[in-house]
């Protein structure tokens, strides 16, 4: 019995193996591949850290630049209404980006007015302003951006601290009755 199932599992075989293209190098292309990948799962991490770290860090990097774009942009409130001169806020937002800024970050952003001739103006009068006060000489980018300004114009800023410093109760003492309020 074992004799005639070895004579029929070599028959089959052996057949087989005629109905098959002979391929010399079928042993050495499977042990290369089984070392290729005993070596990946050996190191199996590291291919893949740097491209994790660098799918972690891209966000960070993106709001990073997107709060350097929203802290060097220039707003409506920074203009005179109807013109595209600068105000004096708009004056000293220009300097301080043109001397506190880091190097890197000496882009100067406009925010987009409804009229395009408006915006343009607006870019070319900081640009005018910024010859003249640019530390090394040189004038700094100055690009348009859809980002919405937040904050408030410095009249408005004004009037709500005046208003608040009048409504300020006038100091007392407390009474002679001691800790207590006063009369």
Not at 17 to 30: M, N, Q, R, T
Not at 39 to 58: G, L, M, T
Not at 60 to 66: E, L, R
Not at 77 to 91: N, Q
Request: glycine share 8%; hydrophobic share 40%.
């Amino acid at each position: 019995m074992k004799a005639r199932f070895v004579s029929i599992v070599l028959f089959s075989l052996i057949s087989l193996s005629y109905a098959v293209p002979a391929e010399a190098d079928w042993v050495v292309k499977f042990l290369h591949s089984v070392a290729r990948d005993t070596k990946r799962r050996n190191c199996w991490p590291e291919p893949f850290v740097s491209a994790d770290r660098y799918d972690a860090h891209v966000p960070f990097a993106i709001m990073a630049d997107n709060g350097w774009r929203r802290q060097n942009m220039l707003g409506d409130y920074h203009f005179f209404d109807e013109k595209a001169e600068l105000t004096e806020a708009g004056r000293l937002k220009v300097r301080s980006i043109l001397t506190e800024a880091p190097q890197q970050h000496r882009t100067i952003y406009v925010h987009k007015a409804l009229d395009a001739d408006i915006t343009a103006a607006r870019v070319l009068n900081i640009q005018a302003y910024a010859v003249n006060i640019a530390p090394d000489g040189g004038v700094p980018p100055v690009l348009t951006t859809d980002i919405s300004a937040r904050g408030w114009p410095a009249s408005r800023v004004d009037v709500i601290g005046r208003k608040f410093e009048s409504s300020i109760p006038e100091p007392r003492l407390p009474g002679a009755g001691g800790g207590e309020g006063g009369s």
